[in-house]
């Protein structure tokens, strides 16, 4: 038999959940690069964020030159709408991939052409997306190129004009969602407040939120923080922690701005 190379296969056939397998954690001893440097004066903003006290339940996608270039045309002002959409399509397609990583699987064994037996593995039945609407649906594709038949909820949460608190108008999800693994879209992690409003709707539905993995591209510290004291059982994959957050996503993304 061949073995499935660059992958340790741990069974979940003794019924224990698949642990979450390697991605970077943000820890009290993680800096996090917060942009490029530069010859310019310096800014507050400008200097590496240190995630003190977040926590294992916030990971990082691997930094390397071709996210750092993803970010920074997100974030540069002068980028067209065309670019845009090109790159946050990019990147989100890598935190949709990294995502899925994060599901557990099987160890299974298959037959290829020439009659060898492979030693591979398959993810399991019952996961879903649910993007909080707008914003998140910007990240619904990316999820359908990986999985083509995943069924995707929605949530729309809006700040109430008179408390300015986060509103549920609306949420629809599969009728068995609670028995699902959840793949939560929400790109930008600003406050926090909208992703917390749509997880306490979840739980509502009786999903736990061990089960949830929050799919973001960008966040800050506050806002990484926030969801996790609430949630401590919630998984947070972003790509970057820093205080400034490209909050302008939404409106470039749909060309709104």
Same mark, same amino acid.
């Given at each position: 038999r061949m073995p499935c190379h660059n992958q340790q296969v741990n069974s979940i056939n003794n019924g224990q959940e698949h642990p979450m397998k390697q991605v970077r954690f943000a820890s009290s001893s993680t800096t996090v690069p917060a942009v490029l440097s530069s010859s310019g004066p310096s800014d507050p903003t400008d200097h590496p964020v240190h995630q003190d006290h977040i926590g294992p339940q916030l990971k990082l996608l691997p930094l390397n030159d071709q996210i750092r270039e993803l970010q920074t045309i997100i974030r540069d002002k002068t980028t067209s709408r065309g670019d845009f959409v090109f790159c946050a399509d990019r990147l989100i397609r890598l935190v949709v991939e990294e995502g899925l990583n994060q599901l557990p699987y099987s160890e299974c064994t298959v037959t290829t052409p020439t009659g060898h037996k492979y030693d591979g593995v398959k993810f399991e039945r019952g996961n879903c997306g649910v993007s909080i609407m707008r914003s998140g649906e910007a990240m619904e594709q990316g999820l359908r190129d990986c999985c083509r038949s995943i069924r995707i909820g929605k949530i729309l949460i809006q700040s109430d004009e008179e408390t300015q608190k986060a509103k549920v108008y609306y949420a629809k999800f599969p009728?068995?969602?609670? /028995? /699902?693994?959840?793949l939560l879209m929400y790109p930008i992690l600003s406050t926090g407040n909208t992703v917390i409003e749509a997880v306490r709707v979840l739980i509502e539905h009786r999903v736990q939120p061990k089960h949830i993995i929050l799919l973001s591209l960008f966040s800050t510290p +506050?806002?990484?923080k926030s969801i996790i004291q609430e949630f401590p059982d919630i998984t947070i994959l972003t790509t970057e922690v820093h205080p400034v957050a490209p909050t +302008?996503?939404?409106?470039r993304y749909f060309g709104t701005d």
């Open positions: 009728p068995d969602v609670y /028995r /699902r693994k959840v +506050h806002g990484a +302008h996503f939404g409106q």
